[in-house]
């Protein structure tokens, strides 16, 4: 058995929802790149992992006694498509069999602080968890990129229309700047240029994020009306323009500066991409933003992933600062806080 498996969620600074609009450049040379700001999560799963003869998958919090069947790709496809808690650790499966031929696994997840729906790329995190899980067992010699591929493809081959972001949390607990070009998918670490305390927050209630990539993807690659090109402008040239402040700020360590730089993108996202999807009206997530604490004690904050009711993002003007908007969040507006330092 490997004993040491570990992926965390990704936290999307700037930039969500750009990593598959700039993949329609594939087919439309107008679509802008798309660019975003990503930083892995000190949250995670914990697993081990065995060769198997079939494929079974258990996890803490799981349904049930969790998935057990026939290592083939039609029974690991018929589950991947069929939805459902296993839909995407199923999808990847059947990528690993498809492509390399090998008998199935046992994974054990023992251990995960990693908020499931709430924008912080839980699906992503099994996905890069199995695919890693069959390369060490089987040794297929895979690079991280090719781990990255492989959770991508088992993702969309359950029905998620997810990009490519999601996945570099096989890239672990590093800040990244990715640009998504039509094809190409570039990755370059940020040196982030001084501690920066993020408050990330759980905000307990519900989002479907199927309908927020279905309803927003209808606005690709040339849909007319005002609404489906105010999503391609915010999600193409504003976005760009957010994503390369946002980088330089991260590297000169201004905190304040990137406070501020995510009350303008959100305020950007709430003008142009929300009017697209009803889930991404995000009562919750206005409540906890527009919060007396977090005008005193943070900066600025924004939504986080796909948006919609998932989890909120603040920076604290400091370490200290953040555990007291922490509990008094907590207190108020019964909402779970997790803490995120980038630079150190």
Request: charged share 25%.
């Amino acid at each position: 058995m490997i004993d040491d498996l570990f992926v965390p969620g990704r936290l999307c600074l700037f930039g969500e929802h750009s990593d598959w609009a700039g993949a329609y450049r594939r087919t439309h040379a107008d679509v802008v790149p798309g660019h975003c700001i990503v930083a892995g999560t000190d949250q995670g799963l914990s697993a081990r992992a065995g060769p198997s003869k079939l494929v079974e998958f258990a996890s803490v919090g799981a349904p049930g006694d969790g998935l057990r069947m026939r290592a083939t790709v039609a029974t690991l496809d018929a589950v991947a498509r069929g939805g459902g808690f296993f839909s995407y650790a199923a999808g990847v499966a059947a990528e690993i069999v498809d492509r390399y031929g090998t008998d199935g696994l046992r994974i054990d997840v023992t251990a995960s602080d990693l908020p499931v729906g709430k924008g912080l790329s839980s699906s992503a995190a099994i996905c890069v968890l199995v695919a890693r899980a069959f390369n060490r067992v089987y040794r297929l010699d895979l690079d991280v990129r090719d781990e990255m591929e492989i959770a991508y493809a088992g993702e969309r081959r359950a029905g998620s229309q997810c990009g490519r972001m999601d996945q570099v949390c096989a890239y672990g607990r590093t800040t990244t700047f990715l640009t998504f070009d039509g094809p190409r998918f570039e990755i370059e670490p940020i040196p982030v240029g001084g501690p920066m305390h993020l408050l990330v927050v759980d905000l307990r209630r519900a989002k479907d994020t199927r309908r927020i990539l279905a309803d927003l993807n209808a606005c690709f690659p040339d849909a007319g009306g005002a609404v489906a090109q105010g999503v391609r402008d915010a999600l193409g040239p504003a976005n760009a323009t957010i994503a390369t402040e946002a980088r330089r700020i991260l590297a000169g360590g201004d905190v304040e500066a990137l406070g501020c730089l995510m009350d303008d993108a959100q305020a950007l996202f709430d003008r142009a991409v929300a009017p697209a999807c009803p889930e991404l009206r995000a009562p919750r997530l206005h409540e906890v933003l527009a919060h007396p604490a977090v005008r005193v004690l943070g900066w600025g904050g924004k939504g986080v992933g796909s948006q919609g009711d998932g989890s909120a993002q603040i920076v604290a003007r400091g370490a200290a600062e953040r555990d007291e908007l922490a509990a008094i969040l907590s207190r108020d507006l019964a909402v779970a806080c997790f803490p995120l330092t980038l630079g150190v």
